[in-house]
């Protein structure tokens, strides 16, 4: 889990409220992803980045808005979230070892 | 479409039997599978995967896996459970040309002491 860095480990915001989900790598690998991940269910697939494009959105709502500043971070911005969108959010690479994920955000939306 | 299944939501185990948590898979082509296991409040690690070469694959803390191209299956076992290899277990397909990687629902391995 350490070579894939994501902070903050928890994070409670209001429906109102504007944050932002960072995930770090120094692993080389040019394809990121954010998951989110409800309690005891497979991670769902968000986004795709490849070489810093955007490449899959899974029709996730406009709430929920990536961003990759460079090939070594992934950012997931929120805003006006819903409480059903409270889950882990995981981000993950991939090499040509297959993927690793990092530890994930708790977010609670209150 | 690819898919995966894992029948089982929950799998008991005492501790010192030996294990299998099953999964079975349907891709185009050849498949890169994977196990990944998950502890409470924590990101998927990896396990083991499957991309070519001996059926049965080795991976972490003892856990291993064989493929079985005829029953599409790739099930994971371990000899000798151990209570802290309670945990969720996801195993995940990939076509080996490309796309997204797509998980089963998962299995709750419960090792009693």
């Known amino acids: 889990d350490t070579e894939v860095t994501q902070t903050p480990k928890h994070l409670v915001m209001g429906m109102t409220n504007k944050k932002s989900l960072k995930c770090e790598q120094h692993?080389?690998?040019?394809?990121m992803y954010w998951y989110k991940q409800k309690a005891k269910k497979p991670p769902e697939l968000m986004f795709v980045?490849?070489?810093?494009?955007?490449?899959i959105n899974e029709s996730v709502p406009s709430r929920f808005s990536p961003e990759c500043p460079n090939s070594s971070l992934l950012n997931l911005h929120l805003h006006a979230l819903q409480p059903e969108d409270s889950a882990l959010y995981l981000c993950?690479?991939?090499?040509?070892?297959?993927?690793?994920f990092g530890s994930g955000t708790r977010l609670t939306v209150v | 479409a690819q898919s995966v299944a894992q029948p089982e939501d929950q799998v008991n185990v005492a501790e010192g039997n030996p294990l299998t948590v099953k999964c079975t898979y349907s891709?185009?082509?050849?498949?890169?599978l994977f196990w990944y296991v998950q502890y409470p409040n924590r990101g998927l690690q990896f396990l083991l995967k499957?991309?070519?070469?001996?059926?049965l694959v080795k991976g972490s803390y003892g856990f291993e896996a064989e493929f079985n191209k005829s029953q599409t299956s790739f099930h994971l076992k371990k000899p000798s459970a151990l209570v802290s290899d309670s945990a969720l277990y996801f195993c995940?397909?990939?076509?080996?040309?490309?796309?997204?990687?797509?998980f089963g629902s998962g299995t709750q391995l419960t090792v009693l002491p």
């Open positions: 891709v185009s082509g050849n498949p890169y």
């Open positions: 980045y490849s070489y810093e494009k955007l490449s």
């Open positions: 995940a397909v990939r076509a080996l040309g490309g796309g997204q990687l797509t």
């Open positions: 499957y991309i070519t070469g001996d059926n």
């Open positions: 692993m080389g690998h040019r394809a």
């Open positions: 993950a690479t991939q090499g040509s070892d297959g993927y690793t």
